[in-house]
């Protein structure tokens, strides 16, 4: 009997340093690219087509996309920070709108978390704006977070989830609308479930979560 098959391998395309947003240092790197391929007696004998690419850290063994690369880390530093801001600001007012009510004391709070997150002001009138036009658009920005948490290291999606699970909480109960965002948030960022329930325990036993 022939017994044949595919599977995906895994192949170094490259080698050198670069800069992990994870260890937030210089650390050497491996490309690798995934191809599948066709196997006869489970071997490997005729390269298929390319499932994609990926950079990986030699030191955390994280992965990131290979955009990563090309990464300046004295400009990155600046524009990271204006990202994860602006990611910080969006997932916030999604949040606030995961139950289809805004009021003005969600407004107030949602400034609140933000500066105790991030560490920056945001004006009342700020938020209300980028609340409105988030409604308006109606956009979706789960993906934005998922490609943005390739450049992102665990402590920034730790505060991410934060901020969301506070602006859920604040008005005392967390709506199943609410909860579902939360868990789509942790899958958009990559966590474990595990990760995931220890961030919301962290929080939730903080004076502002609830």
Same mark, same amino acid.
């Given at each position: 009997?022939?017994?044949?098959?595919?599977?995906?391998?895994?192949?170094?395309?490259?080698?050198?340093?670069?800069?992990?947003?994870?260890?937030?240092?210089?650390?050497?790197?491996?490309?690798?690219?995934?191809?599948?391929?066709?196997?006869?007696?489970?071997?490997?004998?005729?390269?298929?087509?390319?499932?994609?690419?990926?950079?990986?850290?030699?030191?955390?063994?994280?992965?990131?996309?290979?955009?990563?690369?090309?990464?300046?880390?004295?400009?990155? $530093? =600046?524009?990271?920070?204006?990202?994860?801001?602006? @990611?910080?600001?969006?997932?916030?007012? #999604?949040?606030?709108?995961? %139950?289809?009510?805004?009021?003005?004391?969600?407004?107030?709070?949602?400034?609140?978390?933000?500066?105790?997150?991030?560490?920056?002001?945001?004006?009342?009138?700020?938020?209300?704006?980028?609340?409105?036009?988030?409604?308006?658009?109606?956009?979706?920005?789960?993906?934005?977070?998922?490609?943005?948490?390739?450049?992102? $290291? =665990?402590?920034?999606?730790?505060?991410?989830?934060? @901020?969301?699970?506070?602006?859920?909480? #604040?008005?005392?109960?967390? %709506?199943?609308?609410?909860?579902?965002?939360?868990?789509?948030?942790?899958?958009?960022?990559?966590?474990?479930?595990?990760?995931?329930?220890?961030?919301?325990?962290?929080?939730?036993?903080?004076?502002?979560?609830?």
């Amino acid at each position: 009997m022939i017994i044949f098959g595919w599977r995906d391998r895994a192949s170094t395309k490259e080698r050198g340093n670069f800069y992990c947003p994870q260890c937030e240092a210089q650390n050497p790197f491996k490309r690798q690219e995934i191809r599948s391929w066709f196997t006869l007696y489970f071997i490997p004998v005729i390269p298929l087509h390319t499932k994609g690419e990926y950079v990986e850290c030699n030191r955390c063994r994280g992965t990131f996309h290979v955009k990563v690369l090309s990464l300046n880390p004295e400009k990155q $530093n =600046e524009e990271f920070a204006a990202e994860y801001q602006h @990611a910080m600001v969006a997932v916030m007012t #999604a949040m606030l709108l995961a %139950d289809g009510n805004v009021d003005d004391s969600e407004i107030d709070r949602a400034c609140e978390i933000y500066e105790r997150v991030s560490g920056n002001q945001a004006s009342r009138q700020d938020m209300l704006d980028y609340v409105n036009r988030t409604q308006q658009s109606g956009e979706d920005i789960l993906p934005k977070v998922q490609q943005f948490a390739t450049t992102l $290291n =665990e402590h920034g999606k730790e505060m991410i989830v934060k @901020a969301a699970y506070m602006i859920a909480a #604040a008005d005392g109960t967390i %709506d199943p609308s609410e909860q579902r965002f939360l868990g789509q948030l942790g899958g958009a960022l990559g966590l474990s479930k595990a990760h995931f329930r220890g961030i919301l325990s962290e929080v939730a036993a903080t004076p502002l979560a609830g």
